[in-house]
């Protein structure tokens, strides 16, 4: 007779265990199915591209920062010196108060009538107290004079105190804008060592190829600006922007650098301010104070060589135009003073100085 058991039942322990271990296998299929996949090199180049433009941006208001941080320097040491200056005034003037004063007190002692009366020579006296009215006068009037000089002193030590002020605050924001930069950078170094040592290679070689490429443009000819032979030609710029231009085309091939103003390394506003300099010509640091100065060319097809030329909708990089078409610039991060093609760029306008 067969025997009729019950199959043995799995324990409670046993049961959440196998669950749990179900459970986590799905969690991770899920997880890996869910997961990102590793970005392409191409993928990797275009996030690089975006953190190098962004930390461009970043760069501009970080020039503005050090500019107006170096104007301050000079607005407080200035008034500094006025107040030290206005000081010794003061206190010269409160001398020489004190020296006449001095001398009232050794010839007042008495009443002036009762000095009259005494006085062996009444006519000498006379003359003496005329004279000790012109002092007085003289006492009053340098009383009004040190009174105007106090006021004038504190109002110049509150102005000072207050760009002391505005410097910190501008030294504050400097600080800030170092940092969002080197943020950018470093985020853009992760990406880039997130790739192997071949595609890195490759895509190194790639920008090494564009360097080169941008030390020989097809620039067309000089002259007017037309279309001859399917050839693109440009103007020449004024004597002033061809002064700078020639200083310009003197560094293809600097490498970029954020911050820097040369001459072995720039950013997009300080290699244009640097070529300016070059013609004797000062012109602001920042693209965007740049793009205020000169006569503002709208249109491309009225470009000159040697014009400067804004990208971008703030204005955040500028470079010099260099006819058919093309822009010498400081790029990026990576890159080198070189030509690229002015298309590359949202373009905005063109100023000529």
């Not at 104007?71 to 030290?84: G, I, M, N, P, S």
């Not at 040190?146 to 400097?174: M, S, V, Y």
């Not at 443009?217 to 922007?241: F, H, I, M, W, Y």
Request: hydrophobic share 35%; proline share 3%.
């Amino acid at each position: 007779m067969a025997s009729h058991r019950r199959a043995k039942q799995p324990s409670r322990a046993r049961v959440t265990v196998l669950t749990a271990t179900a459970a986590a296998a799905v969690a991770l299929t899920s997880q890996t199915a869910q997961a990102d996949p590793k970005p392409s090199k191409s993928e990797v180049k275009a996030k690089v591209d975006k953190l190098y433009d962004e930390a461009a941006q970043a760069t501009e208001k970080l020039n503005g920062a050090k500019e107006q941080q170096d104007k301050l320097d000079k607005q407080v040491d200035a008034l500094q010196d006025k107040v030290a200056r206005g000081q010794d005034e003061l206190n010269t003037l409160r001398d020489n108060l004190g020296s006449v004063a001095s001398a009232q007190y050794r010839s007042g002692g008495m009443d002036p009538a009762l000095q009259l009366f005494l006085s062996s020579n009444p006519e000498s006296y006379l003359d003496q107290a005329s004279a000790l009215d012109q002092i007085g006068a003289k006492q009053t009037d340098a009383i009004t004079e040190i009174q105007a000089k106090q006021r004038t002193l504190a109002q110049q030590r509150k102005e000072a105190q207050q760009k002391l002020g505005d410097l910190a605050d501008t030294r504050k924001q400097l600080g800030t804008k170092k940092q969002e930069v080197q943020a950018k950078l470093g985020e853009a170094q992760k990406l880039l060592n997130s790739l192997t040592a071949q595609e890195r290679a490759q895509l190194k070689a790639e920008e090494d190829r564009a360097n080169r490429a941008g030390a020989r443009p097809d620039l067309g000819k000089s002259g007017e600006t037309a279309k001859q032979g399917g050839e693109t030609t440009s103007k020449p710029g004024s004597q002033r922007a061809s002064s700078a231009y020639s200083a310009a085309q003197s560094k293809i091939g600097t490498p970029y650098v954020y911050g820097a103003s040369g001459p072995n390394s720039f950013d997009c506003s300080g290699f244009t301010s640097w070529a300016f300099a070059q013609a004797d010509i000062s012109i602001p640091r920042t693209s965007q104070a740049q793009s205020g100065i000169g006569q503002r060319i709208n249109s491309q097809s009225d470009l000159r060589v040697g014009d400067l030329v804004f990208f971008y909708s703030d204005l955040h990089h500028v470079g010099f135009y260099a006819g058919n078409g093309q822009v010498l610039h400081s790029p990026r991060t990576g890159a080198v003073v070189r030509y690229e093609s002015m298309n590359n760029m949202p373009y905005q306008f063109g100023v000529r100085v």
